[in-house]
């Protein structure tokens, strides 16, 4: 789940409340094998593959399944299959920008279904670059906050390449730039902090907030992309206030 807003973060938590675990184990075990197949099996050598799997063992992979995805990625267990990476650009409810990235084995059948559910659900496509331009490829790390003060976040991941830590409701999200994603994991885990999720992420420059009529349908939209087996990761500039979002949680 992306998108870094509020209402990203429930939709998360509601997510696996919900029994769609197995979805997203199919996702995350894609991400790892495009990862192998592009830069090999060893984590060491291969960031994208550490951080892949890293992810997969954040949201319980099973180990049998990322060794498997791993050798399969790589080649060794036969030929992998062809995985390419296409991001398509549209708007959503109340001229909201989304960025739609699939990781698909059919280019033309990715297309058209995106093309399909976007238009049925209210939004509009776009021309390439018409809002990517709005978003910046950033390392996100979100954690709960508990008893930490934003301060207290700050001091254990600055030396580690963290440009802000932003107050984010109920969680915190530390912004880097991609390739220090492990540092600031791992300095996170020196200073005792747990983490919920670290993604290599489009983040906007600036957020839409929506009233609540638009938020019911840009959630309506954004869970029919969600739905589509070769949709990996959708980012948006959409942002929702805790007000709106305890009023649609009482639809």
Known sequence: MSGHSKWATTKHKKAV????????????????EVAARIGGADLVGNPSLELAVSKAKKTSVPADNIDRAIK???????????????????????GTAILIECLTDNKNRAASEVRLVVGRNGGNMGDP?????????KGVVSLPKKDLLEDD??????DAGAEEVKDDGENFEI?????????VRAALTEAGIDYDTDDAAFVPSMQVELDVEHARKFMKLYDALEDLDDVQNIYSNAD?????MAELEED
């Open 240 to 244: 929702v206030s805790a007000e709106v």
């Open 175 to 183: 912004i880097s730039e991609p390739q220090d994603l492990p540092a």
């Open 72 to 94: 399969r990625g790589s080649g060794q267990l036969g030929d992998a299959v062809d995985y390419q990476t296409i991001m398509y650009e549209g708007y959503g409810p109340q």
């Open 17 to 32: 409340i919900d029994g769609r675990r197995a979805k997203s184990f199919a996702k995350l075990i894609k991400n790892i």
């Open 129 to 137: 670059g018409s809002v990517a331009y709005m978003f910046a490829r």
């Open 153 to 158: 976040v700050l001091l254990a991941v600055l």
